[in-house]
């Protein structure tokens, strides 16, 4: 495949010289869609340049289950029956391809209504592979301008969202350490809270950061909701660090505290309340001892839990809360330093209270032995990557496995601080915080609500992680292993957060609930690229030698590898290693190691294809 291949100038060459083209048909993009440009071809017509691009390369652009049967609603969802024909076109490439199943799969992804993947799904999945439309097409990724705007976009249908066709693409395929995003691939998939929030984003970077932000703030405020995962109760925590240079904009995740404030804000009110309370009594029992019995102080009531706080502090408060808490810190060093500390070393606690796990404490007051049954903290953290390396000092350290990991890229431009809306984003946010304590309140009534993943969810659950899981340890090896598992339990902890806020959508409330498809397909996608952005930080944190250790390769060798199409020669891979900026030796060597793991297959003289 060549660098600058335009499937569109080769089907205009192509009906110059006798072929002809379909009569143009109303596009199904939604006209809020952040890839919408000035139309200039039908969506049939590009969608039949992208096939016949593929037809051309031999290209198998869905290499996994998952991205098959995205592809067939991806089809029918834009052109009903029409897409039939080109869902066996596209799916000829796939080795065991076979025509009856795929006409099956078709019929029905067309009886399924409200999937929620778009056609936009079909054009990701070509340029993952290698292929994708420029210049003339109307549904593509923007390209970027000196400006920080997308050329020829179309002007957004509503001004309360930037999340629109000036929206830019945080992730160049031309820098080799750009990290990708994934809000790109799940706009108009979220529930409405979440849309809400990513309507005030700059950029799909922006956007990400402002997801998972707000996902891992309200992991601990959302109560009488759990799941069973590996035979065990969980809850929906989370742990988050945010890796930036200073000023790259990871700032911006203090929005999210306005959205668990309210509730912060009530617990102490109340807590203020009893303590009045309590210091009447108290005054009144100084007066009159004999006949009164001494009141019993109230139990701290917060949900925010400062990172500076010694280990004894930090179990006391969760105590307090029903084992509830959420540390919210936006210098990651503040952490690290409590855990460097005699008095404030809570790490292990932390490790335990990602499982839920009991943490067991001595009161020096008291000279009370206390048990946490079932912590539920979850943490919200940023910082440098130096930072990182002060939290966690190496990769075997158990803190590690248990984050989210999300590294910002720092681009050298500076946005113009006067453009954008005078309204001011805090407000924005408060309103937003309002809404969600409103919910929260209304979660606390109710009894308990078991959350769980459908049969058929479960089973690609398995699959893609099973999948995942043994093409990460042959590029990194068995250390690695720890973090691909608990993406799982996280991935999981995900669904459940989306699945519930659902409900603030006005879907029926019961003491069961499925995952919705639609958010099940989400945190899949968001999975595989944050599994990326781990392995990044895997890839700068010293390793403790041993025999699995010893050859780690490195996370441009991970970028590479995903950037590769499903099959290719030589020539192609070389094409890919120029784009990352990758010396040609160093990609010969990249091939030879990724054969020898099994991450690629040798089948024929100068071809190479990724297994299925």
Not at 27 to 52: D, F, M, N, Q
Not at 178 to 196: E, H, K, N, R, V
Not at 369 to 386: C, D, I, Q
Request: with cysteine.
């Amino acid at each position: 495949m060549k660098k600058e291949f335009n499937p569109l100038e080769w089907k205009d060459k192509k009906d110059s010289h006798g072929g002809s083209s379909e009569p143009p048909i109303s596009s199904h993009i939604p006209a809020h869609s952040p890839y919408l440009t000035h139309k200039t071809y039908s969506l049939e017509e590009e969608v039949e340049a992208l096939t016949s691009a593929v037809e051309s390369a031999s290209v198998d652009i869905a290499p996994s289950y998952s991205d098959w049967l995205s592809i067939a609603f991806a089809l029918s969802d834009a052109l009903d029956e029409g897409g039939r024909s080109y869902f066996h076109r596209l799916s000829r490439f796939y080795p065991s391809y076979d025509e009856r199943e795929a006409d099956k799969q078709f019929t029905a992804c067309l009886h399924s209504h409200g999937s929620g993947i778009t056609i936009n799904t079909l054009f990701h999945l070509a340029k993952q592979s290698g292929i994708t439309l420029h210049n003339n097409s109307s549904v593509r990724y923007p390209e970027i301008t000196s400006r920080g705007k997308s050329k020829n976009s179309a002007p957004s249908e509503s001004s309360e969202s930037s999340y629109s066709s000036e929206f830019p693409n945080s992730y160049d395929s031309h820098d080799s350490e750009a990290m990708p995003t994934f809000s790109q691939d799940i706009y108009g998939l979220l529930p409405d809270f979440l849309t809400q929030i990513i309507n005030k984003a700059k950029n799909y970077e922006d956007a990400d950061l402002l997801i998972l932000g707000t996902i891992t703030a309200i992991s601990a405020c959302l109560p009488n909701i759990s799941g069973i995962y590996a035979e065990r109760e969980v809850f929906p925590n989370l742990f988050l660090f945010v890796s930036a240079q200073a000023s790259a904009g990871k700032g911006r995740l203090t929005l999210c505290r306005h959205l668990i404030k309210p509730i912060h804000d009530n617990l102490k009110r109340l807590y203020s309340i009893e303590m009045d309370e309590y210091k009447t009594l108290q005054n009144e029992y100084s007066q009159d001892k004999k006949n009164r019995e001494p009141p019993i102080e109230p139990p701290i009531k917060t949900l925010l839990i400062p990172a500076n706080s010694s280990a004894t502090s930090v179990y006391q408060v969760l105590n307090d809360n029903g084992g509830v808490g959420l540390i919210f810190e936006t210098e990651g060093d503040t952490l690290a330093n409590s855990f460097k500390s005699d008095y404030g070393n809570f790490s292990d606690g932390f490790r335990k209270a990602f499982h839920h796990e009991m943490i067991s404490y001595t009161r020096r007051k008291d000279r009370e032995f206390v048990e946490l049954t079932k912590p539920r903290l979850s943490a919200l953290l940023s910082g440098t990557p130096h930072q990182i390396l002060a939290l966690i000092p190496d990769a075997e350290n158990g803190l590690f496995s248990r984050f989210i990991f999300y590294n910002m890229n720092l681009k050298l431009e500076w946005r113009d601080v006067f453009s954008e809306s005078t309204d001011c984003l805090d407000d924005y946010f408060i309103n937003l915080g309002q809404q969600f304590f409103q919910f929260y309140q209304t979660l606390q009534q109710s009894q308990p609500i078991r959350f769980s993943l459908s049969t058929n969810q479960q089973q690609q659950f398995n699959v893609f992680f099973a999948e995942i899981q043994e093409q990460y340890a042959n590029l990194f090896g068995l250390d690695i292993v720890a973090s691909v598992r608990r993406l799982g339990l996280i991935t999981f902890r995900l669904a459940m957060i989306l699945t519930t806020l659902r409900l603030m959508d006005g879907k029926a409330k019961s003491d069961v609930i499925v995952c919705d498809d639609t958010d099940f397909r989400t945190v899949l996608i968001m999975a595989r690229v944050l599994l990326q952005h781990t392995a990044h930080v895997f890839g700068t944190l010293p390793a403790v030698q041993s025999d699995q250790t010893a050859k780690r390769p490195n996370a441009i060798m991970q970028t590479y590898f995903n950037s590769l199409p499903q099959e290719f020669d030589r020539s192609a891979y070389l094409s890919v290693a120029e784009r990352l900026n990758i010396q040609p030796s160093t990609a010969e060597s990249y091939i030879h190691r990724l054969c020898a793991s099994g991450q690629l297959q040798h089948p024929a003289y100068g071809i190479y294809t990724k297994p299925h």
